[in-house]
C-alpha cells in the first residue's frame, strides 16, 4: 500500500523558518516533489528530488528552500528559511513511482504572519 504522509506545517512570523517532512513507502520513488497551493491559486510545484541528479526549485524559493532526503527513513524534507507571508499555501509531497504514477499527500498548512 502506497503511503505519502506529510509533516511539520504550521504558523511562522516573516523571516522565520519550518521543515516540512514527507514519508513516502510502499513503492520504488524516482522523484519526490514539494507543491504548495495558496487560495485561489493553481498548485505550483516549488521543488523536486529526483533519485538521481540535483535537486529543482521554483524561482520564488530559490536560496530560501532546501529539499533533501534522509534514505534510510525513506522520507523527504522542504527546510524553508527566510519565510515570506506569499509562501502561505497547503504544501503537497507528489511520490512518482518507476512507473511515473503520482501518488499525493494529504498536504500540509504553512501560514506567514507578517
Known amino acids: 500500500q502506497v503511503q505519502v504522509v506529510e509533516s511539520g506545517g504550521g504558523l511562522v512570523q516573516a523571516g522565520g523558518s519550518l521543515r516540512l517532512s514527507c514519508a513516502a513507502s510502499?513503492?520504488?520513488?524516482?522523484?519526490i516533489n514539494w507543491y504548495r497551493q495558496a487560495p485561489g491559486k493553481q498548485r505550483e510545484l516549488v521543488a523536486s528530488?529526483?533519485?538521481?541528479?540535483?535537486?529543482n526549485y521554483a524561482d520564488s524559493v530559490k536560496g530560501r528552500f532546501t529539499i533533501s532526503r534522509d534514505s534510510a527513513k525513506k522520507t523527504v524534507f522542504l527546510q524553508m528559511n527566510s519565510l515570506k507571508p506569499e509562501d502561505t499555501a497547503v504544501y503537497y509531497c507528489?511520490?512518482?513511482?518507476?512507473?511515473?504514477?503520482?501518488?499525493w499527500g494529504r498536504g500540509t498548512q504553512v501560514t506567514v504572519s507578517s
Open positions: 507528489n511520490a512518482r513511482d518507476i512507473g511515473w504514477s503520482a501518488y
Open positions: 528530488l529526483p533519485s538521481v541528479g540535483r535537486p
Open positions: 510502499g513503492r520504488i520513488f524516482t522523484e
